[in-house]
């Protein structure tokens, strides 16, 4: 059946555990649980929430519009459905060190395996966009200290994520990233970096995990898994990737069906029904009721 059969504990230990074994790990982003399985299915290390895309689900820019709750509740499907790692973005924490607290065990409550608190102001922006504003680097060690303090879970994984490089240049990047590694952060995640000559410059300055981040049409440029974990990189995101692929299809479809009066020509492209009851599981759940899978697909369907 679509839910996982593992623990948040489980998945929190075998996250720290793959984070630690000198590989790459490669989290897409998912658009909904449906995307969560299959990402489980391609063999991917785990899953991503972006922000950006919870907001845009929602019909939000990405500046911070979005609350605790709504992004938990959303994470919480999602960790229903998988069996990989799932690491989410908290924004700023949605409100001071006492809000960044709670948003902490909601998302632990929430099934997992980890989160990333930014240190810009509020209301933020994408981390891609000009004119970002950082909170003072004091405020924003309070901000992983609330986090550390709040943390049940010891395996829970807390990412600092900064926004210096496009503000402040590389180097107070690098010394944002240490700061806050000394206040208790476990990872980190240098947004926006300019070059793979910066990728390698972070690496070498900072020691603990760092997650480089695989954007489209942003300021970076979209490097490979080999060079990143040649360069050192423990993981991967790709937060927008399957969002922009589907919300593309769909325009497209709607424009073919407005021209066209039917989606005949669009079948090919489709997922079938049978592909989709795969996914589902829906015979599994004929081991609760036997009235639920009692029919024949048609053939080719």
Do not use: W
């Not at 929430?49 to 605790?68: M, Y």
């Amino acid at each position: 059946m679509l839910h996982t059969h593992t623990t948040p504990a489980a998945r929190r230990r075998s996250f720290r555990k793959q984070l630690s074994s000198g590989r790459l790990l490669r989290m897409p982003g998912a658009i909904n649980p449906y995307s969560a399985r299959l990402i489980q299915e391609a063999g991917f290390d785990g899953v991503y929430l972006s922000g950006a895309v919870l907001a845009a689900d929602l019909g939000l820019p990405d500046i911070g519009l979005t609350t605790s709750t709504e992004v938990a509740a959303r994470a919480q499907q999602i960790t229903r459905t998988t069996d990989l790692p799932a690491l989410v973005d908290a924004d700023t924490g949605f409100g001071e060190p006492l809000n960044v607290a709670r948003t902490v065990q909601l998302m632990e409550d929430a099934g997992l395996a980890g989160l990333h608190l930014e240190d810009q102001v509020n209301p933020k922006r994408c981390g891609h966009l000009d004119g970002k504003a950082l909170i003072p680097l004091d405020a924003m060690r309070r901000r992983v200290r609330a986090a550390v303090d709040a943390r049940r879970d010891p395996d829970f994984l807390l990412m600092a994520r900064t926004d210096a490089r496009s503000v402040e240049g590389l180097e107070a990047a690098i010394d944002r990233a240490k700061a806050y590694v000394d206040a208790g952060a476990d990872a980190i995640f240098p947004e926006a970096l300019g070059s793979e000559v910066e990728f390698e410059a972070f690496r070498k300055a900072v020691d603990v995990p760092l997650l480089a981040n695989m954007t489209e049409f942003g300021k970076g440029p979209l490097l490979p898994a080999r060079a990143l974990e040649d360069l050192g990189y423990n993981l991967v995101i790709y937060p927008v990737t399957l969002f922009r692929l589907a919300m593309g299809a769909v325009e497209e479809g709607l424009r073919t069906i407005a021209q066209e009066g039917t989606q005949e020509s669009l079948l090919p492209r489709m997922q079938t029904r049978s592909r989709l009851y795969e996914v589902l599981d829906y015979e599994a759940y004929t081991a609760f009721d036997g009235s639920v899978f009692d029919f024949t697909l048609p053939p080719g369907t």
